[in-house]
Every structure is written in C-alpha cells, then in structure tokens.
C-alpha cells in the first residue's frame, strides 16, 4: 500500500496579557509521512512537497468538502487547558475565519494555530485546513459547544455540536500533551493565589489584593491572560519591581518558591457583596526531558531562571480563586454635612499668593488636601467667597502616588480671584470632613481665613482702559510695526536667464524619460511576479489598513482580521513567500536575514498576538482603542518597509 502525508503548520498566536515577559511566540513545522518499499519514500516525499507548495486549485475543488469539530480531550480539570479542533477536509483554504459558539460562561479564550494537511493515498490527493483554538476552563460541569460555522467557496458549512466535561479531578490517564499542553505537570506544582488585606471595608475605603505565584517547576515566563472584572470597585494598581522576588516557603508540608507578580488597591464604591473574579495567567514551564539524564537539573526548580541542558517547555495555565468583599455604607449617624465620601485620613492648608493687592488685579487663593486613600475622586471644596471677588473655577493640581497598600500625596485646587472694590477683605475657613475607618468615626479638619487688603479706587473699573471684569486676551488691540527689510526684485531680466526658461525648455525631455522608466518597470512587474509583490507590498498593506479603519466602528473579529492580515501580508510580500504556508519561525528567521531588527519582530509578533486575542474575545471584554491598534500597525509598516528596503 502507497500512503503519503505532508503536514504544514501556519501561524500560531498566543494571547498576550499586560504583565510578564514574552510575546506568545509559538514555532511552526512541517511533517512528513511516507511508507513506501526501497527508495519509494524519497519520491513520495518529493512529490508531498511539490502539492505543499502549490497543489493544483482543480485537484482541490474535485474533492467533497467537510467540516468537523472535535476536542483534544472530552474532559478536563478546572483552570486547566482544552483544545477545539476545526477541520476542513477538501479545501486548502476557507473564505473567513471559522466563526465560534458562544462560551463565555464557562471558557476563556487563549490562542489559535493553523495547519494545512496534503495526503495522498491509493492514487488519490485530500487537502484538509485545522483551525486549532486554545482555551482555559473556568467553571465545573458538562457543557455543549455548539456548532461551528465555516465558509468554503461562498457556502456555509457547520459542525456538530461537542460536549465537554469539566470537573476538579484530572482526566482518565492523567491526559496527554495533545489534549492538554500543560499534561505532566500536576495541579499542586503550580499554583496561582489571590490574598485580600481585609475581607469586610467600607465604602471607598482601599482593600488591597495581592497576586502571588507558588511553584514547584521552573516557570521560564508568564503572561497574564486574563484580568479580573474588578465591578463595583475603582482600581489603582499599585507598584511592582521589574523582576518578582522570590522567596522560598514551606506550603502544606511541602516546599515551593513563591513570587508576588500583581498588587492593586480596591475602592469598593457602593455597599453590598462584591467578587472580585479570577485572574489567570499562562506560565512557559520547563520540565525535564525523562529521556536524558541532566546532571545539573532538580525537582524544585525556580522562577526565571536560567535553562537546563534537557529542558523542554510547556505551556500551564492557572487561575485564582474569587474573593468575595462585604461593602459597608458609611455610618449615617454624625455624618457631617462637609463630608463628600472621603475614607482615609486628610489634612488641608489654604493660602493665597499675596495678601496685598490693587483692585482689578488678579490673586491667586490655593486649597492643598494631604492624606490617604482615594484622593483623586476628590471634589473641590464649598468655599463662600466673598463678593467682593470675582471667582473663576478652580485648575486641579495633583501629586498622588502608591504607598503603603493605598494611595497617598496632595490634591490641589487653585482659585484666581479678582477684587472689584478696596479695603479687607477675609475668605472663609475652608472645611472638609472625612471617615476613618481605624476609629469608625468622622473627622472634621478646617483651615484659618485668609485676610488680603485691597488697595485702589473702586470706581476705576468703568473708567477707559481699565482691566474688563473678565480674564480677556488684549493682543487684538495692538498693532505692531512691520520692522522687516522690504524684498526688491529687478526688472529687465533677460528670459534665458530665468529657471523659469530652462524648466519649460528641459521638461519634454524629463517626461520623456519617465515615460520610459514607468514602461520598463511596468514591463518588469508583468513579466517578474517576486519583483510585483515587493513593490506593491506596501500599497496593498496600506489599502487593508484603509479597509481595516473603515470597519473599526463594525464587528471587532472583522476589525482585528483585516489588521491581522494587512501585517501579514506586507510581511509575506516583501519576502517573496506563500502568506498561507508560512510559519512564524521561517518569517522572522528570513526577515532577520534581510536586516530586520529583532525588536521590530517582537512588536510584529505582538501586535498579531493581540489582534487575535481580540477577535475571540468574548462580547463586552475590554479591548484597546482602534486609533491606537491602527497607529500600532501603521508604525510597524512604515518600520518594516524601511528595515526591508536596506
């Protein structure tokens, strides 16, 4: 029996979260199947490669086309990973990118590959496209991912639903590396913790959430996945040092390296029973190849650190726990009526910028709020001025920073105030109230009045030229005098001397060799198809970034694809290869052969990473401005065209 199979892996993109290292950089391959007697294989695998790379689109459309859906695994354990397999038999290619159920209830979106499959067996030829999608399960139970929906040829196909099974125990057998990438490292070897410094706070008083790492394996890097829906609360993430510190702890009799990687304050903002939801991260582990002895490697390994000789890695994924949060209203009793909602402690000092003043001539008042906690919701203070100022509203000033699991620093308000009539005049003390949720009490602090003199005659403001009763730009009413030198020009020039003269003589013959030069690089772009993809790369990238901006206020997944194809497009056109068979390692491997910096390609691989995490993210997820991803791919262009072109 004759059989020939040749696999191509396309791209491969992981989700990429805010915090951790790496862009989800995943390698391609291509495999080759052949079982033929003597030298029969080398022929086989030749012949494999020659439909790889371009089977004959008659020998494509001649076949029935099919779709399917199928899990890696029918089950698998809570925060863990699953794969759903989307195969088109008969086609080597689809209209549009496969159009998921809805699984937001129970599953998080991770990554996505692609693969292209050329079999030949028994004389006949079947191509098959396999959409791979990664996902994190969030919640125990059985559950049905519906059909899938996929176009071919202007027909839609779709698949049979899929069941799959969610529990705390592991799955029969202990899993596979093809059903679950993180099989093989047990659930208690990494462990992801959520710790809250207090359970029960009132409203807007800060409650601080850390987000800790407890391994048993190297963890090489991370990449947070998923955030929490933070609802009800008003966030400030505090500061974190570039490289986590690690420390060694003894957890339920057992040893594990232990790293806080996240630290926000919470300001509940309204009372009631608040969860904050999981947070998940996806951890690159290094795990001992069991088939080489390495003499330098160990169980407990650590976080960061340097590779082993026979390491291989793979990707875990590990999720929080909820934490719950019992929101109290502020007492109502003794509730002062300068209190605006401010839980923490504050102290406030008013001064004004001169106590002496003319009349019409401005003077600026200065209200400082020093303390902790959610300082910047704080309002400006009710001051009653007096009437003989003329007030305007206040500019805001603010110095607040994170320290000690709150925020900390001043909020000022800057008051410009112009008096109308002479003589003393004194502004209020200011007064603001605040809850301290140490003493459960409220606090009451004010300011001294503030006392400035003003000099001058009242009645000057409606006498001509005087300063209007308004701030009011005056530059209209002067008139400068033109200081310039005066330009001359002569007269009695004779034509020939003139550029004038000499463009209109030399101009038939610049257009006739540009006439020639456009006909020569017409002739060559008809004549060398490498030479037309390199120079109409950046034209056609530039009209699907166009297309990609006028569907920015559509659907996102039509969005994020054209995006995601415009990037890949301009990166496959100025290589000369198939967009569709090649994969990530080859692209920046060439790339980086044609002088293309090694920082630009990690943005490239980001910016895909991102586009597709978009494009399957769940309905009312977060997701960043399109001016910004847009300004994001037009500078990776320009600096693609610019680093290709050397």
Same mark, same amino acid.
């Given at each position: 029996?004759?059989?020939?199979?040749?696999?191509?892996?396309?791209?491969?993109?992981?989700?990429?979260?805010?915090?951790?290292?790496?862009?989800?950089?995943?390698?391609? !391959?291509?495999?080759?199947?052949?079982?033929?007697?003597?030298?029969?294989?080398?022929?086989?695998?030749?012949?494999?490669?020659?439909?790889?790379?371009?089977?004959?689109?008659?020998?494509?459309?001649?076949?029935?086309?099919?779709?399917?859906?199928?899990?890696?695994?029918?089950?698998?354990?809570?925060?863990?990973?699953?794969?759903?397999?989307?195969?088109?038999?008969?086609?080597?290619?689809?209209?549009?990118?496969?159009?998921?159920?809805?699984?937001?209830?129970?599953?998080?979106?991770?990554?996505?590959?692609?693969?292209?499959?050329?079999?030949?067996?028994?004389?006949?030829?079947?191509?098959?496209?396999?959409?791979?999608?990664?996902?994190?399960?969030?919640?125990?139970?059985?559950?049905?991912?519906?059909?899938?929906?996929?176009?071919?040829?202007?027909?839609?196909?779709?698949?049979?639903?899929?069941?799959?099974?969610?529990?705390?125990?592991?799955?029969?057998?202990?899993?596979?590396?093809?059903?679950?990438?993180?099989?093989?490292?047990?659930?208690?070897?990494?462990?992801?913790?959520?710790?809250?410094?207090?359970?029960?706070?009132?409203?807007?008083?800060?409650?601080?959430?850390?987000?800790?790492?407890?391994?048993?394996?190297?963890?090489?890097?991370?990449?947070?996945?998923?955030?929490?829906?933070?609802?009800?609360?008003?966030?400030?993430?505090?500061?974190?040092?570039?490289?986590?510190?690690?420390?060694?702890?003894?957890?339920?009799?057992?040893?594990?390296?232990?790293?806080?990687?996240?630290?926000?304050?919470?300001?509940?903002?309204?009372?009631?029973?608040?969860?904050?939801?999981?947070?998940?991260?996806?951890?690159?582990?290094?795990?001992?190849?069991?088939?080489?002895?390495?003499?330098?490697?160990?169980?407990?390994?650590?976080?960061?650190?340097?590779?082993?000789?026979?390491?291989?890695?793979?990707?875990?994924?590990?999720?929080?726990?909820?934490?719950?949060?019992?929101?109290?209203?502020?007492?109502?009793?003794?509730?002062?009526?300068?209190?605006?909602?401010?839980?923490?402690?504050?102290?406030?000092?008013?001064?004004?910028?001169?106590?002496?003043?003319?009349?019409?001539?401005?003077?600026?008042?200065?209200?400082?709020?020093?303390?902790?906690?959610?300082?910047?919701?704080?309002?400006?203070?009710?001051?009653?001025?007096?009437?003989?100022?003329?007030?305007?509203?206040?500019?805001?000033?603010?110095?607040?920073?994170?320290?000690?699991?709150?925020?900390?620093?001043?909020?000022?308000?800057?008051?410009?105030?112009?008096?109308?009539?002479?003589?003393?005049?004194?502004?209020?003390?200011?007064?603001?109230?605040?809850?301290?949720?140490?003493?459960?009490?409220?606090?009451?602090?004010?300011?001294?009045?503030?006392?400035?003199?003003?000099?001058?005659?009242?009645?000057?403001?409606?006498?001509?030229?005087?300063?209007?009763?308004?701030? /009011?730009?005056?530059?209209?009413?002067?008139?400068?005098?033109?200081?310039?030198?005066?330009?001359?020009?002569?007269?009695?020039?004779?034509?020939?001397?003139?550029?004038?003269?000499?463009?209109?003589?030399?101009?038939?013959?610049?257009?006739?060799?540009?006439?020639?030069?456009?006909?020569?690089?017409?002739?060559?772009?008809?004549?060398?198809?490498?030479?037309?993809?390199?120079?109409?790369?950046?034209?056609?990238?530039?009209?699907?970034?166009?297309?990609? !901006?006028?569907?920015?206020?559509? /659907?996102?997944?039509?969005?994020?694809?054209?995006?995601?194809?415009?990037?890949?497009?301009?990166?496959?056109?100025?290589?000369?290869?198939?967009?569709?068979?090649?994969?990530?390692?080859?692209?920046?491997?060439?790339?980086?052969?044609?002088?293309?910096?090694?920082?630009?390609?990690?943005?490239?691989?980001?910016?895909?990473?991102?586009?597709?995490?978009?494009?399957?993210?769940?309905?009312?997820?977060?997701?960043?401005?399109?001016?910004?991803?847009?300004?994001?791919?037009?500078?990776?262009?320009?600096?693609?065209?610019?680093?290709?072109?050397?």
């Amino acid at each position: 029996m004759t059989f020939c199979n040749v696999y191509f892996t396309g791209w491969s993109r992981a989700r990429s979260g805010a915090v951790g290292a790496g862009g989800g950089i995943r390698t391609g !391959r291509a495999r080759t199947h052949c079982g033929l007697s003597g030298g029969g294989g080398l022929v086989c695998a030749l012949l494999g490669a020659v439909l790889g790379l371009g089977a004959p689109p008659g020998a494509v459309q001649a076949q029935e086309i099919a779709v399917r859906a199928f899990l890696g695994a029918p089950q698998v354990g809570v925060g863990r990973q699953f794969v759903l397999n989307v195969e088109v038999t008969g086609a080597q290619q689809v209209d549009r990118e496969p159009t998921l159920p809805d699984m937001e209830n129970f599953a998080s979106f991770l990554g996505s590959s692609t693969s292209s499959s050329f079999q030949m067996a028994g004389g006949r030829t079947t191509v098959s496209v396999t959409y791979q999608y990664r996902f994190q399960a969030l919640a125990e139970g059985t559950f049905e991912i519906g059909p899938v929906s996929v176009t071919v040829g202007g027909e839609m196909l779709r698949t049979e639903p899929v069941t799959l099974t969610v529990s705390d125990a592991p799955p029969p057998g202990g899993g596979n590396a093809e059903a679950d990438p993180a099989a093989g490292v047990a659930p208690e070897d990494l462990l992801l913790e959520a710790s809250v410094s207090k359970t029960r706070a009132y409203e807007n008083e800060p409650v601080t959430v850390e987000y800790e790492i407890f391994t048993r394996v190297d963890v090489d890097r991370y990449t947070i996945t998923s955030l929490p829906q933070a609802t009800g609360f008003w966030t400030e993430v505090l500061e974190q040092p570039e490289s986590p510190q690690v420390e060694r702890v003894v957890r339920d009799g057992a040893e594990y390296l232990r790293a806080s990687i996240r630290r926000v304050a919470l300001f509940p903002t309204g009372a009631g029973t608040r969860t904050l939801d999981p947070m998940s991260i996806e951890a690159q582990v290094r795990v001992p190849d069991q088939r080489a002895l390495d003499p330098f490697g160990g169980r407990l390994g650590g976080i960061f650190g340097g590779p082993s000789l026979f390491d291989r890695r793979m990707p875990v994924v590990v999720a929080s726990q909820p934490v719950t949060i019992e929101v109290l209203p502020t007492p109502a009793e003794g509730r002062p009526d300068s209190f605006s909602g401010h839980v923490g402690t504050l102290r406030v000092s008013a001064s004004a910028d001169r106590t002496e003043v003319q009349t019409n001539d401005a003077v600026t008042f200065s209200v400082d709020l020093r303390g902790t906690g959610n300082l910047r919701v704080l309002t400006p203070p009710e001051i009653a001025f007096p009437v003989e100022f003329e007030t305007f509203p206040p500019e805001t000033r603010d110095e607040i920073g994170a320290g000690g699991g709150s925020l900390q620093g001043t909020r000022g308000y800057d008051y410009v105030l112009i008096p109308r009539a002479p003589g003393r005049v004194t502004i209020p003390p200011v007064e603001m109230s605040y809850f301290d949720p140490a003493n459960t009490r409220y606090v009451t602090v004010r300011t001294e009045p503030v006392e400035i003199t003003v000099t001058g005659d009242g009645a000057g403001a409606d006498l001509p030229g005087a300063v209007p009763s308004a701030v /009011e730009s005056i530059r209209d009413e002067i008139r400068f005098i033109h200081i310039d030198a005066p330009r001359f020009t002569r007269r009695d020039v004779p034509l020939y001397v003139t550029a004038g003269f000499w463009v209109v003589l030399l101009l038939p013959v610049a257009a006739l060799g540009g006439a020639v030069a456009v006909r020569r690089h017409r002739d060559r772009i008809e004549g060398d198809v490498a030479y037309a993809r390199v120079r109409r790369a950046g034209r056609m990238a530039r009209k699907r970034l166009a297309r990609a !901006r006028s569907l920015a206020t559509g /659907e996102p997944q039509a969005f994020y694809a054209e995006v995601a194809g415009a990037l890949e497009g301009l990166l496959a056109d100025r290589l000369n290869v198939a967009e569709a068979g090649l994969v990530r390692e080859e692209a920046g491997r060439l790339a980086a052969a044609r002088g293309v910096s090694r920082e630009t390609l990690e943005r490239l691989f980001a910016c895909l990473d991102d586009c597709d995490r978009q494009r399957f993210a769940p309905q009312g997820a977060e997701r960043e401005a399109p001016e910004k991803v847009l300004e994001r791919a037009a500078g990776l262009m320009n600096d693609l065209l610019k680093e290709l072109a050397k």
